[in-house]
């Protein structure tokens, strides 16, 4: 009953949420210079041809009339074609603007869909990488504050978040694959691929974990229930493992929604760097090509993620400390 | 005293020259006593008497900088402080601790009754699951919590706090212990709560015999609830006495003047009553029907439930009155103080200050009103901002109100300083380095430097300890003298009410039930609620009213479903069917006093004079 009534809640918002992330994209995207039609058709093509497909693509309607449109599609999930990609690979544009090839351009959907599971792959381990690491060390840092271990926590998270991540990609691709030959760093031809820019973007997130993770297991520790419970005749392991880490918990939670839904929306740099065929190379350049409606899929995609995601952040939340009511 | 004989075979727990030291400076000094089996030892002393550290010391709970620096403690003949392992295998099990905080004694994510289960598995590895849950039940069920079946699966958040504490001598006494740590179990607690949680403790040591070591800070309570009484004082002992022997004849210059000085409710001494209120003036503040819900979504339910903080208050506060406002905790007496400054607009009934509605003023005329009534907080710490120096906390209220220039404003807080008696080497200072006294004092001068007519004093002494109080309330005097400053005083303490204020309301669930000059309420008070506060309060003084007969077990009601009719009648003792279906209004009983009870006699005149206690009643 409870759970009902906030799904029921939180999805009505994330749906609102959606529909103005829709709105504002797709206003931007028409307001800022760069026509679309120009790059589809070529820098050779008459105006009175460029006018005339974007008359007939409906690109010269008011927005609003635009946007209605659009939405009435979205509604019924299509998100539309790609301006400028084939369903067949190549990217049609140049010259080729009086070709027949148009009505095989690929489905925004189809785009996303073959894009979503590498980057999905890519976050999940780039996440589980930096738990990993930043687990036991912000935990340990957490239990002995102003000591060793601290500031060991303190001294790895402020190394790793001072390494630039296209700076890093690069020195790993080099000594990992150039050199050491231990893994591939370029494109995708398996799961092998995945593995050098997840652990650039693991580098990325730990220090998020290791700081938030020290502070919220010293806060813990530093409660009643935690200094009484040895009084009580709770061993040290039972108090740490089974009390001070469920209450660190929330935070961190917390911190690992907005992480994961950044790495989903797309992780450009390094996808860009390794070539990594994932939502992030897509989103790159779909804008490099003003592909309007790629760049409004994703953004809808990505939206809805964002919103999914905190509402499991927060049920998961609730799950764990029964006093947060959301 | 028998401090010195060796230990006796059936002594349980023998401590012999104990020192504890903070770094150099030293906590205990050589404190040596014995405890039998199934006795009740209260240790008391005053704040900064090494009370809590002799407790934790006893429960090995001892964290740096505070260490053992010599002496033995011998449970049992074996010594804890010279083998802490063993020592700690004893913690829980043996020796079992409960302090005065349990609202956060336990972990807030789990259960209550799977961390009992947790905690007897713990120190008990043998026993099973399920006979372990089914103990905590029992033992729950022991220490009269309503429902156990139901209450063992709920979380610490949703008890309150008498519950909560009983859910923490629960945790305590389920391994069977010999010996039980109480420190200051009863101090967070109302009265009359505190008063039942008393006697479940002497129910349990009879019922389970277990040596009880009551520490407090009471005198009153510590004698009501043990068979001796060790006074602590600066880390020493100075004396042990039972409790009639103590009061009787106090061998110890502390002991003595900690008897002269504790507040009496009914024995002369100085009180209230004797102040003159000038009823013929018109009111200063005066509360009509002041009712005020908040609503809250409670988990698990649909809809909103709506809170019922105030109801029905009704009083006149008259110029030069020292008015108290008593009653538990819950009672609505922090909601009715937010009405009463204008922090928050009341649903239905109207405050005026001066003949002005403060619900229905527009927020620049409240401002301006607040010049006239202050309002100075329960908390210390909390309500002075760590980061402005004392002086400027001072200058604000003149900035906010755009008066004087600076060097004026500068002259008025020094001088404000100096009548609340902070030195005046401190304008520069943070109040960091302040004593919980010295920012009241501090919070006093801020309230006070607008020169404001009313000033409400919200629990404002509860957190000092009695010698502070007394030096506050003094001041309260004379600045009333030099001023002609009006106070409201919120208190849940009756002794701290009776011997400062003229007329007091009491407050139950949200409800004036009663309203009376100072004498008339201690010697004939007109609710039974009212005479089970009066059974309740802590004092050494042959009571007026006995627990026994003034209140029966069990907690308010939730002010979110009240009962129709008497919100007080399923703790009343006198209640009858009427009390059960319709809520009794306030009426005159004669002599400026008013309550609400069937059981006073329906007075002559109409029901709206009654209710309006105007100043010719």
Not at chain 1, 9 to 23: M, N, P, T
Not at chain 2, 473 to 497: C, E, N, P, R, W
Not at chain 2, 564 to 587: I, M, Q
Request: aromatic share 6%.
């Amino acid at each position: 009953m409870f759970i009902l009534r906030f799904l029921a809640r939180r999805l009505g918002q994330g749906a609102i949420i959606i529909f103005l992330v829709s709105a504002l994209i797709f206003t931007l995207l028409r307001v800022v210079p760069g026509d679309p039609v120009r790059l589809m058709v070529g820098g050779m093509a008459p105006d009175t041809l460029v006018e005339e497909i974007a008359a007939e693509m409906g690109l010269r309607d008011p927005i609003y009339v635009q946007f209605g449109r659009y939405m009435g599609k979205v509604l019924q999930g299509d998100l539309g074609e790609s301006f400028v990609r084939p369903a067949s690979g190549a990217a049609v544009g140049g010259a080729s603007f009086d070709d027949a090839t148009r009505g095989e351009r690929a489905k925004v959907l189809d785009l996303i869909a073959e894009t979503a599971p590498m980057t999905l792959q890519l976050a999940v381990l780039a996440m589980v990488f930096a738990l990993m690491v930043g687990v036991p060390i912000g935990v340990w840092g957490g239990l002995y504050p102003g000591r060793l271990p601290d500031r060991l926590a303190l001294y790895t998270s402020s190394l790793f978040v001072s390494l630039p991540n296209f700076w890093l990609g690069i020195v790993l691709a080099l000594l990992l694959s150039v050199k050491l030959n231990l893994l591939p760093a370029i494109g995708y031809r398996g799961f092998s691929y995945t593995i050098l820019p997840a652990l650039v973007l693991a580098v990325e997130i730990a220090p998020f974990i290791i700081r938030t993770l020290t502070v919220s297991v010293a806060g813990v520790m530093g409660q009643t229930f935690i200094d009484i419970a040895r009084v009580r005749g709770l061993s040290r392991n039972q108090i740490v493992f089974r009390h001070a880490l469920k209450n660190s918990a929330v935070p961190l939670l917390n911190l690992l929604g907005v992480q994961f839904s950044m790495l989903l929306g797309g992780v450009l740099v390094i996808e860009f760097i390794f070539d990594y065929p994932g939502l992030g190379l897509l989103t790159i350049n779909a804008v490099m090509q003003r592909d309007f409606p790629l760049i409004q899929g994703i953004a809808i995609v990505t939206a809805a993620v964002f919103v999914l995601i905190n509402i499991a952040v927060d049920l998961l939340a609730t799950a764990i400390d029964p006093r947060l009511d959301y | 005293m028998a401090l010195d004989m060796g230990a006796a075979p059936e002594t349980l727990l023998s401590v012999r020259g104990l020192s504890v030291a903070a770094g150099d400076r030293p906590i205990l000094t050589d404190i040596s006593f014995d405890l039998a089996p199934r006795s009740i030892l209260s240790v008391i002393g005053a704040t900064g008497s090494g009370k809590t550290v002799l407790a934790r010391a006893l429960a090995s709970w001892l964290s740096p900088p505070l260490r053992v620096t010599g002496g033995r403690i011998l449970f049992r003949g074996r010594d804890l402080v010279a083998d802490p392992a063993h020592a700690r295998s004893l913690a829980g099990r043996e020796i079992a601790y409960v302090g005065g905080n349990p609202a956060g004694a336990l972990d807030p994510t789990m259960t209550v009754g799977a961390q009992l289960v947790e905690k007897l598995r713990a120190v008990r590895p043998d026993m099973s699951a399920d006979d372990a849950r089914k103990k905590a039940i029992r033992l729950l069920e022991a220490v009269h919590i309503p429902s156990a079946q139901r209450r063992f699966h709920e979380y610490p958040f949703q008890y309150s706090g008498g519950m909560m504490q009983r859910a923490m001598i629960v945790d305590a006494l389920i391994s069977d212990p010999a010996l039980l740590i109480a420190d200051n179990i009863t101090q967070p607690l109302d009265v009359t709560v505190a008063a039942q949680i008393l006697k479940l403790m002497r129910e349990l040591n009879a019922q389970f015999s277990t040596a009880i070591l009551f520490i407090c800070s009471s005198l009153p309570v510590a004698c009501d609830a043990s068979d001796e009484v060790m006074v602590l004082h600066e880390g020493r002992v100075v004396e042990r006495q039972t409790p009639a022997a103590l009061v009787a004849r106090p061998g110890h210059a502390y002991t003595r003047e900690l008897i002269a000085e504790l507040p009496t409710l009914w024995q002369g001494g100085e009180n209230g009553a004797s102040r003159a209120t000038d009823r013929e003036r018109r009111a200063i503040m005066s509360v009509r029907g002041l009712a005020k819900a908040y609503e809250v979504r409670a988990r698990g339910q649909a809809g909103i439930s709506r809170v019922q903080a105030v109801r029905n208050v009704d009083f006149d506060v008259f110029p030069g009155d020292n008015f108290g406002v008593v009653g538990e905790s819950g009672c609505g007496k922090s909601s009715l103080m937010r009405l009463l400054t204008g922090l928050e607009r009341p649903d239905a009934g109207s405050v005026f200050f001066e003949g002005e509605n403060v619900g229905a003023a527009s927020p620049k005329r409240l401002r301006e009103l607040r010049r006239r009534f202050q309002l100075v907080l329960q908390d210390p710490y909390g309500c002075l901002p760590p980061q402005s120096p004392i002086g400027a906390i001072l200058e604000e209220p003149l900035k906010i109100h755009r008066i004087g220039n600076a060097a004026e404003r500068r002259d008025r807080a020094r001088a404000v300083m100096a009548e609340v008696g902070l030195d005046d080497s401190l304008y520069r200072s943070l109040p960091t380095g302040l004593s919980a006294g010295q920012r009241q004092r501090l919070n006093v001068a801020r309230a006070m430097i607008l020169e404001p007519r009313l000033l409400i004093m919200d629990e404002t002494l509860s957190a000092l300890d009695q010698t502070e109080q007394g030096k506050l309330l003094d001041l309260f005097d004379k600045l009333q003298a030099q001023h002609g400053f009006t106070y409201i005083f919120i208190s849940h303490d009756l002794t701290m009410v009776r011997r400062v204020c003229s007329r007091i309301a009491v407050m139950y669930l949200g409800e004036t039930v009663e309203v009376a000059p100072n004498e008339r309420l201690f010697f004939d008070p007109g609710h039974p609620y009212s005479r089970a506060l009066l059974s309740a309060a802590p004092t050494l003084e042959e009571r007026r009213y006995r627990p026994e007969d003034c209140l029966l077990e069990g907690e308010p009601p939730s002010p979110i479903d009240l009962p129709p009719g008497c919100a007080f009648a399923s703790r009343c003792p006198h209640a009858f069917d009427r009390c059960r279906t319709e809520n009794p209004a306030l009426r005159a009983r004669g002599g400026h006093a008013l309550a609400a009870c069937f059981l006073n006699p329906e007075p002559d005149i109409g029901l709206h004079e009654t209710v309006t206690e105007t100043p010719h009643v």
